[in-house]
């Protein structure tokens, strides 16, 4: 089973940035799509994602605040985080679905002081 290996989490203050990475312990093949998810774990919603194709989709609240993007060369997808706001705190877990199953993250905690 492949682990996903996630970083970048912390505390900031209003209107500050964090960049969280998710890597893969090798290349993934046949990946479908990779997104990042808002905690709960039982309760999960997609924040963001990216296909092969670079196709990216946001949830409302973030567009034009996060940018999600991947690093082929290590095996790692990003998301940045700008102008953070108290809501968007929480646990993120990053995901990769490829024909052989989906893969989580162990989670990174987000919190935003007002």
């Known amino acids: 089973q492949v682990q996903l290996v996630e970083s970048g989490g912390g505390l900031v ?3 500050g940035s964090l960049r969280l990475s998710c890597a893969a312990p090798r ?9 990042w998810y808002l905690g709960p774990e039982n309760q999960r919603e997609l ?5 092969p194709r670079g196709t ?7 567009k034009g605040r996060f940018t999600i993007s991947g ?4 095996n790692t997808v990003y998301l940045q985080m700008n102008n953070l706001k108290p809501d968007d705190t929480g646990v993120y ?3 990769v679905v490829s024909p052989w199953g989906t893969i989580w993250g ?9």
């Open 47 to 51: 924040v963001a994602s990216i296909n």
């Open 56 to 62: 990216r989709e946001y949830q409302d609240s973030v």
């Open 27 to 35: 290349r993934i093949s046949m990946v479908t799509t990779m997104g």
């Open 13 to 15: 203050q209003a209107g």
């Open 106 to 114: 162990q989670g990174t905690q987000v919190t935003v002081s007002s």
């Open 71 to 74: 690093d082929n060369a290590r």
């Open 93 to 95: 877990y990053c995901e």
